[in-house]
């Protein structure tokens, strides 16, 4: 089992920045991607940013050049960055992480405000 604790999300103007962190803990071990998650009001859920153990990592469109996710595997902990910030980013964030099966975190609501 994998337990994950969000934190970072906030209000904060248009243009503005936040840093999301995901903490596992428990069976970190097996632990081979790690990725944020987003889910506006009245949509589906939609993959913000991924990264493997690896290193290599993945972006939805909306937000490269923008956002920038790492990960501290001394720590077990994903983070994502959040630059330039637009309203239509506003959503609640889920950690998501991937061993043999997959868990979810319980959200941190990002709100942007124009």
């Known amino acids: 089992q994998v337990q994950l604790v969000e934190s970072g999300g906030d209000l904060v103007q248009a243009g503005g920045s936040l840093r999301l962190s995901c903490a596992a803990s428990?069976?970190?071990?097996?632990?081979?991607?790690m990725a944020w998650y987003r889910q506006a009001p009245g949509k589906q859920r939609e993959l913000v940013a991924a990264?493997?153990?690896?290193?290599?990592?993945n972006y939805a469109d909306s937000v490269k050049g923008r956002f920038t996710i790492s990960r501290d595997n001394a720590k077990s902990t994903v983070y994502l960055q959040m630059n330039s910030l637009k309203p239509e980013d506003t959503a609640v964030y889920y950690c998501?992480?991937?061993?043999?099966?997959?868990?979810w975190g319980q959200g941190t609501q990002v709100t942007i405000s124009s």
């Open positions: 428990g069976n970190t071990a097996g632990i081979i991607y």
């Open positions: 998501q992480v991937t061993t043999y099966r997959v868990y």
């Open positions: 990264i493997t153990s690896g290193g290599p990592t």
